[in-house]
T-cell receptor
Framework: AQTVTQSQPEMSVQEAETVTLSCTYD???????LFWYKQPPSRQMILVIR??????QNATENRFSVNFQKAAKSFSLKISDSQLGDTAMYFC????????????FGIGTKLQVIP | GAVVSQHPSRVICKSGTSVKIECRSL??????MFWYRQFPKKSLMLMATSNEGSKATYEQGVEKDKFLINHASLTLSTLTVTSAHPEDSSFYIC???????????FGSGTRLTVV
């Protein structure tokens, strides 16, 4: 079974600053995907970024980037130039490759961007 | 991108009645739909996985007779909460995978309140 751990229940960051959210996972699988999802107050789950485990290059999406350390089973999310709209719950998630496998979510980190 | 339409967004029902929640994939075929329950300020708890044309697979501890899942077509999956009680009040979210590894697309959620 897979586990996803997010050790920061809450974080805050000043607008325009950079913040890093931590995530570690445990698995015996070799082929998998990792995701960061954002859930704003509207509660709509939004995919922020995804990483294929076989790729060594860290994924980036505009102001969002990840630091993927496969050996350490670490998958942190860096948000640059934080904006007020980034205020949300952020969930790290793990999915096994191949077929339509269920996703395992971490407990989430509540991020507050301060004006 | 892939869109999953979920209805209703909010519903209030009386104890003992049944409520149906629908999730439709609008621009792709959803072979598999995942149904989650989310308690306030908590992560998503997978309830069951539905596959088109076959019986749903329920997670341990989820009552399959209370939470009826039907996935009769490639674009529609439904969750029916039968004989609802106040403890069933929660936020229910559906999710599907457009393609392996592309990321999971979520419905907008249904807030169920049982009075």
């Amino acid at each position: 079974a897979q586990t996803v751990t997010q050790s920061q229940p809450e974080m805050s960051v000043q607008e325009a600053e950079t913040v890093t959210l931590s995530c570690t996972y445990d698995t015996s699988e070799s082929n998998y995907y990792l995701f960061w999802y954002k859930q704003p107050p509207s509660r709509q789950m939004i995919l922020v970024i995804r990483q294929e485990a076989y790729k060594q290059q860290n994924a980036t999406e505009n102001r969002f980037s990840v630091n993927f350390q496969k050996a350490a089973k670490s998958f942190s999310l860096k948000i640059s130039d934080s904006q007020l709209g980034d205020t949300a719950m952020y969930f790290c998630a793990f999915g096994v490759s191949g077929g339509y496998q269920k996703v395992t979510f971490g407990i989430g980190t509540k991020l507050q961007v301060i004006p | 991108g892939a869109v999953v339409s979920q209805h209703p967004s909010r519903v209030i029902c009386k104890s003992g009645t049944s409520v149906k929640i629908e999730c439709r994939s609008l621009d792709f075929q959803a072979t598999t739909m995942f149904w989650y329950r989310q308690f306030p300020k908590k992560s998503l708890m997978l309830m069951a996985t539905s596959n088109e044309g076959s019986k749903a697979t329920y997670e341990q501890g989820v009552e399959k007779d209370k939470f009826l899942i039907n996935h009769a077509s490639l674009t529609l999956s439904t969750l029916t909460v039968t004989s609802a009680h106040p403890e069933d009040s929660s936020f229910y979210i559906c999710s599907s995978l457009e393609g392996a590894g592309y990321g999971y697309t979520f419905g907008s959620g249904t807030r169920l309140t049982v009075v």
